[in-house]
């Protein structure tokens, strides 16, 4: 089948790559450059324990399962993970308490640690990535099985040619498709800070501290800022992650904020895993990863490719 897939974040790549899979043929419509929207802001936290009480998230083993299967292939062909193991810090009595409930119930993939005097649990199957080297890695493997981009604005569904099927992908803008959809929007920035010294654990404790792929250059964030839906960063934001970070390495010396990133989450408003919609007979919308991308992109693009081959 010819499938149009609308948007180059992680929806759409990993819907593309899914449907390669299965023998379709995949042309990608973005407008800005592959990766551009949420994804760059992305800090690259994936692993099934997410939310304040760290429960494990729905479908979150199976869709632990497909990341980690991407993951092995694209790691062949680029450095697309940046920690191996997350450690979950407990800040709170209630949260220490949650988190040994998860890791009783889940001890193939969570157990009880204290580090550095924080009680908390390690994730050892979870991972750091890059958000923009899975998809820029993910796209190079579309491409290679022949799927094309053009880096165009979809206007109007009628601009895409011999449209078997479409597939919309599009982040925030998804509600333009479909101004149906029960969607919240939150605004999050993330940030890259420079540093004298490294860090060996990623940590996840409310903010989030990770690697990038640059030497002495960490990932710090996110915020999750409602009601406010413009695209201005704001690098003051970025205080209380200084200051989480320097409790967890003291050692660390920050020099200065390198960059800012802004992106707009999307989710269900009514619970907290993608959007799959059916908004005409050859027309899906693939949307609300909130922030769970990378988490579940893999694998809900490939129940859509499945999906859509059903009569
Ligand atoms: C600050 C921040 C931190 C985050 N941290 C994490 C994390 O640690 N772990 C995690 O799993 N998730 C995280 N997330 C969430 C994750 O980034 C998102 O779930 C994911 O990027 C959403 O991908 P998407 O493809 O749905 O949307 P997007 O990445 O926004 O992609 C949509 C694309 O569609 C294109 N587009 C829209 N309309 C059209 C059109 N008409 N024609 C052509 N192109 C169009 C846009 O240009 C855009 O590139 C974070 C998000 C933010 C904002």
């Given at each position: 089948m010819q499938v149009h897939v609308v948007g180059g974040g992680i929806a759409g790549v990993s819907v593309a790559w899914a449907l390669l899979q299965r023998g379709h043929t995949v042309t990608l419509w973005e407008?800005?450059?592959?990766?551009?929207?949420a994804t760059q802001a992305c800090t690259g936290f994936l692993h099934?324990?997410?939310?304040?009480?760290g429960q494990m998230a729905y479908l979150g083993q199976e869709a632990m399962e497909v990341a980690l299967r991407w993951l092995q292939e694209l790691e062949k062909r680029a450095r697309v993970i940046l920690h191996r193991g997350i450690f979950r810090a407990a800040l709170t009595q209630d949260q220490q308490y949650d988190f040994e409930i998860s890791c009783r119930r889940f001890p193939r993939w969570v157990e009880k640690v204290v580090w550095r005097g924080f009680a908390g649990m390690w994730i050892p199957q979870g991972c750091v990535l890059s958000a923009v080297c899975f998809v820029d890695t993910l796209w190079a493997l579309c491409e290679e099985k022949g799927a094309t981009w053009i880096?165009?604005?979809?206007?109007?569904?009628?601009?895409?040619?011999?449209?078997e099927f479409i597939v919309l992908a599009?982040?925030?803008?998804?509600h333009l498709w479909d101004p149906s959809l029960h969607s919240f929007y939150n605004k999050g920035q993330s940030f890259q800070i420079h540093i004298k010294g490294d860090i060996d654990w990623a940590v996840s404790a409310g903010g989030q501290i990770g690697r990038t792929d640059r030497d002495h250059i960490l990932m710090i964030g996110s915020t999750y800022e409602h009601g406010d839906l413009s695209c201005n960063v704001n690098l003051d934001k970025a205080k209380p992650f200084v200051e989480q970070m320097e409790s967890f390495y003291p050692e660390v010396t920050p020099s200065r904020i390198v960059q800012g990133f802004v992106g707009l989450r999307v989710g269900d408003s009514k619970r907290p895993w993608p959007l799959i919609r059916?908004?005409?007979?050859n027309t899906s919308l693939f949307t609300g990863?909130?922030?769970?991308g990378l988490l579940y992109a893999p694998y809900f693009a490939e129940q859509l490719a499945i999906q859509i081959e059903k009569p």
């Open positions: 407008a800005d450059k592959i990766g551009g929207g099934p324990f997410p939310g304040l009480r880096q165009k604005k979809v206007e109007s569904l009628d601009q895409l040619p011999n449209n599009t982040g925030a803008w998804s059916t908004i005409a007979s990863l909130g922030s769970r």
